[in-house]
């Protein structure tokens, strides 16, 4: 399958998404990620494009995103970030912490402007939350594993793992994922 | 002042106190760990230092660096190529660590440092550690009440550096998120050396230590134990020793068979835990990128299990596994088909770092997660560890845990053992429970004190001459004045950063003087009667005019513009 999408890159001539692993970072619950950012979408990635910068001790990739859904904040229909890290050719520069995005997928995805003025993904990999889909009912869930049980999905639940694997537990539906942002936003308002 | 006046106080201050899951980082162009194809690396610093920073935080990044360098299990060697004017982070041919990285790069929010690492064809061919000048943590040298120790995220990074991604046990140095308020994560855990092990083996190390490759079959479905980290706790103290995560088809095509390697020989118990908080798949985006899966069960490993087993979540039931020297144990198999879990403990009083608990202490713990059972079992791994005043709702747990005098230190792992929808299930907090030995915490004060009190001992660090293991260097002013912030080597620093580097001519001076003065140091640091001496030279000679003139002018050009 990877290699499949690699593939697909190539072919469509899109360069392979930033390499990313992790750094230092504080941790952010999504309590304080959703107070943090100062934009909060839900989009699908349509395209990466990694380039060096003028000097070539850099390389950086910009992200687009279709944006289908604002929950704070505003950008446009289309949105796109900047942030280290990428592979050129055969040159890679990974860079610790930072978020890799698959062409299509859809998420839930936390903004926050760096010093250029520029957005980047709250917390790294923290501020993109994957919408994952439940293969029995094709409903959205996002992965939620501090939320209340009572507010959770559990989908599949009588599952066993094998059957289940592609959504483990402490989900909810991308609506109330939504919902719950919105709540901890409405606690900051005077 | 003269200008010979000028060169002893150049000597004398210019060294900047010369104290000095695991899982790997994958290059997704060739699909394999990357790594260096040496171990031998010469490092870098860069002169700019945090604003508003008491002590030295390159002695901090030394320091990090040297506890590296002193693991004898693995082959790696770094050299101190002493510190640059350029703060810039790119491929520059040069592995820096700045403090000072805003000159080309921009931190996204929430990023304390980073590290940069250029591939070519897998290998590391150049990285960079990039501490962010507006840190969304305050940072310190001694790990302060409320701050983040330099010298923890330096060794943390520095795993990076190398090729090492993070590690989900709570306790270990390559966990994702840092301690707040004390040092401990200064010290590499069994974790972080088996990695670094592993990846730069030293001879012999592969012959005197054995593993397992655990394998959850998942009966029928195909779909591996993606995203889970396998862990190894020892037989019979409960501690931790190693976890590794499943691959996720990147390296051998095949998902999620982790392997544990570079474990002395004994017995173990060995369980899957499911990356589901507090840290998941989103830590690891090399390994799983794209996939924010994880096997939805956390249980002890069995290979005798059959299909119709419940599965083992308590350690007293599983069975122990023999590591041999020299042996790694493939094709060991669990077919039992686990009923997926929702009992999930995600955070740890508050929080997603772990606790540490002297020996002969108490401490009161409060979990959060979900589907918790009343009826459930809290438990920490190993003896020596009881519990008392438990109470358990749906969401929380609080209880207090009480550690024997006696008890092994060591990390543990704390587990929750419960019935849900008449299904025995379980989830662990790997490594969250970390038993201290009073040594080991006067060593860490003593780390602390070194740079935050009194005490005439010489610092020790790797320096420019070399970097060697247990080489032992020190800065004339610092075997002198004894701490690194007393008032004299606070003043002696100020007029270094604020007077003496914004100008190359001491740049320059700088550099020369960490070829020389070494020997001095050593030859100071064995006499009491040449230190005696020393210090009352440089106390008159140096730092009382500097503080004349430091509280009556501001920090402009007139001391460089001597040169
Ligand atoms: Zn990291």
Redesign the interface.
């Given at each position: 399958m990877?290699i499949f999408c690699a593939l697909s890159l190539a072919l469509l001539g899109v360069v392979?998404?930033p390499?990313?692993?992790?750094?230092?970072?504080?941790?952010?619950s999504l309590e304080k990620l959703a107070k943090?950012s100062e934009v909060i979408l839900v989009g699908r990635c349509t395209g990466c494009q990694a380039s060096w910068?003028e000097?070539?001790?850099?390389i950086t990739t910009e992200i687009t995103f279709q944006v289908s859904r604002y929950v704070k904040g505003f950008l446009g229909p289309q949105v796109t970030i900047r942030?280290?890290?990428g592979?050129v050719g055969?040159?890679?520069?990974?860079?610790?912490?930072?978020?890799?995005?698959?062409p299509s997928?859809e998420v839930v995805l936390f903004l926050?402007?760096?010093?250029?003025g520029?957005y980047?993904?709250?917390?790294?990999?923290?501020?993109?939350y994957?919408v994952?889909s439940d293969p029995d009912t094709g409903e959205k869930l996002v992965?939620a594993?501090?939320?209340?049980?009572?507010e959770?999905v559990?989908t599949?639940?009588?599952?066993?793992?094998?059957?289940?694997?592609?959504v483990?537990?402490?989900h909810l539906t991308l609506d109330g994922f939504c919902a719950r942002i919105q709540k901890y936003l409405e606690q900051e308002k005077p | 002042m003269s200008k010979t006046g000028i060169a002893l106080l150049l000597g004398l201050l210019a060294g900047p106190g010369t104290v000095s899951a695991y899982t790997f980082?994958?290059?997704?162009?060739t699909?394999n760990p990357?790594g260096r194809t040496t171990g031998a690396v010469t490092f870098t610093l860069t002169f700019r230092r945090p604003a508003a920073l008491i002590g030295d935080p390159f002695a901090a990044a030394r320091s990090a660096f040297a506890t590296w360098d002193a693991l004898t299990t693995a082959n790696i060697t770094f050299t101190d190529g002493g510190q640059v004017a350029d703060d810039?982070?790119?491929?520059?041919g040069v592995n820096k660590l700045t403090f000072n990285s805003?000159t080309?790069?921009?931190?996204?929010?929430?990023?304390?440092?980073?590290?940069?690492?250029?591939?070519?064809?897998g290998n590391i061919i150049e990285a960079d550690i990039a501490f962010n000048p507006?840190p969304?943590?305050s940072l310190s040298v001694t790990g302060a009440s409320g701050t983040?120790d330099i010298e923890s995220?330096a060794l943390?990074?520095i795993g990076?550096f190398m090729g090492l991604?993070?590690s989900g046990l709570l306790s270990a140095c390559m966990y994702?998120?840092?301690n707040i308020g004390n040092t401990f994560k200064r010290t590499l855990t069994l974790d972080d050396q088996i990695a670094m092990s592993v990846r730069y083996p030293a001879v012999n190390f592969s012959a005197t230590t054995g593993g397992v490759v655990p394998e959850l079959s998942?009966?029928?479905?195909g779909?591996p134990?993606?995203g889970a980290q396998a862990v190894a706790l020892g037989a019979t103290d409960g501690i931790v020793v190693a976890s590794a995560l499943g691959d996720d088809?990147?390296q051998d095509g095949v998902d999620a068979i982790p392997r544990l390697e570079g474990l002395p020989p004994g017995s173990y118990k060995l369980y899957f835990e499911?990356m589901?908080?507090?840290v998941?798949t989103?830590?690891?985006?090399?390994n799983f990128?794209?996939k924010?899966?994880?096997?939805?069960?956390t249980r002890f490993f069995d290979p005798a299990a059959i299909l119709a087993d419940s599965g083992i979540n308590d350690p007293a039931q599983a069975p122990n596994f023999v590591v041999q020297a020299g042996v790694i144990s493939t094709n060991v198999v669990d077919n039992h088909?686990?009923?997926?879990?929702?009992l999930?403990i995600?955070?740890l009083n508050g929080?997603?770092?772990p606790v540490y608990v002297l020996q002969g202490a108490s401490t009161n713990l409060t979990l959060?997660?979900?589907?918790f059972s009343t009826s459930g079992t809290l438990l920490i791994t190993g003896s020596g560890v009881t519990l008392s005043n438990t109470t358990i709702t749906?969401?929380q747990i609080t209880t207090t845990a009480t550690v024997a005098s006696g008890a092994t230190a060591g990390p543990r792992t704390i587990l929750f053992i419960g019935q849900v929808?008449n299904i025995q299930q379980s989830s662990a907090l790997s490594g969250g429970f970390v038993v201290q030995a009073p040594a080991a915490l006067a060593t860490t004060t003593t780390v602390a004190a070194q740079s935050g009190s009194g005490g005439e001992a010489a610092p020790t660090t790797s320096s420019s001459d070399g970097g060697g293991k247990n080489q032992s260097n020190c800065c004339v002013a610092t075997v002198l004045l004894g701490d690194r912030t007393s008032p004299g080597m606070m003043t002696l620093y100020a007029f270094r950063n604020d007077w003496l580097r914004p100008s190359e001519a001491g740049f320059s001076v700088e550099k020369t003087y960490y070829g020389h003065v070494s020997p001095m140091a050593r030859k100071l640091a064995s006499s009491q009667a040449l230190k005696a001496l020393g210090r009352h030279i440089l106390l008159q000679a140096a730092v009382q005019p500097l503080q004349t003139v430091q509280s009556s002018a501001s920090p402009s050009q007139d001391l460089a513009a001597n040169f």
């Open positions: 990877r392979t998404p390499l990313a692993v992790a750094s230092s970072l504080i941790y952010y943090d910068n000097g070539r001790t850099l942030q280290l890290g592979r055969n040159d890679a520069m990974s860079v610790s912490g930072m978020p890799e995005f698959q997928g926050g402007r760096d010093q250029s520029g980047q993904v709250v917390g790294m990999t923290q501020g993109r994957q994952l992965r594993p501090e939320i209340a049980e009572e959770l559990h599949g639940k009588t599952r066993s793992a094998s059957e289940s694997a592609a483990p537990g402490g | 980082i994958y290059d997704n162009g699909r990357a810039s982070v790119g491929r520059d805003t080309n790069i921009n931190f996204p929010q929430g990023a304390v440092a980073l590290t940069t690492i250029f591939f070519t064809g507006n969304p943590q983040a995220i943390h990074e990076h991604d993070h994702p998120f840092g998942l009966g029928d479905s779909i134990g993606r088809e990147i499911a589901d908080g507090p998941d989103n830590s690891f985006d090399t990128p794209g924010p899966f994880s096997l939805p069960v088909v686990p009923t997926r879990s929702t999930n995600t955070t929080s997603v770092l959060t997660g979900a589907s749906t969401t929808n």
